[in-house]
């Protein structure tokens, strides 16, 4: 049974940091490019990165450019998604997904909750 469970979200001041945290399992973790993507109250999916299987092709949505960071661990079968100089909107709750290809993904996680506020 393939499973994707998130950890590490929580309560941030603006301009602070989190690191979330995807443990993947029930299939070859290597093998799939892997997303992260997100939900604000009140809103619609947002896909916020990519990598790669082997971490050599990464994207971020023109949001989180340049404040986040996306890697991988595939001996460890978990994602991680290094968040910071955080702004209040970036409060959502955060999926890894697996990719299927053409952006689309076939598993998702449960979530976490990121919250940033003063």
């Known amino acids: 049974e393939v499973q994707l469970v998130e950890s590490g979200g929580g309560l941030a001041q603006p301009g602070g940091s989190l690191r979330l945290s995807c443990a993947a399992s029930?299939?070859?973790?290597?093998?799939?490019?892997m997303n992260w993507v997100r939900q604000a109250p009140g809103k619609g999916l947002e896909w916020v990165s990519v990598?790669?299987?082997?971490?050599?092709?990464?994207y971020y949505s023109d949001s989180t450019k340049g404040r986040f960071t996306i890697s991988r661990d595939n001996a460890e079968n978990t994602l991680y998604l290094q968040m910071d100089s955080l702004k209040p909107d970036d409060t959502a709750l955060y999926y890894c997904?697996?990719?299927?290809?053409?952006?689309?993904?076939?598993?998702w996680g449960q979530g976490t909750q990121v919250t940033v506020s003063p």
């Open positions: 029930g299939f070859t973790f290597g093998d799939y490019t």
């Open positions: 997904a697996r990719d299927l290809g053409g952006r689309s993904m076939d598993y």
């Open positions: 990598i790669s299987r082997g971490s050599g092709m990464i």
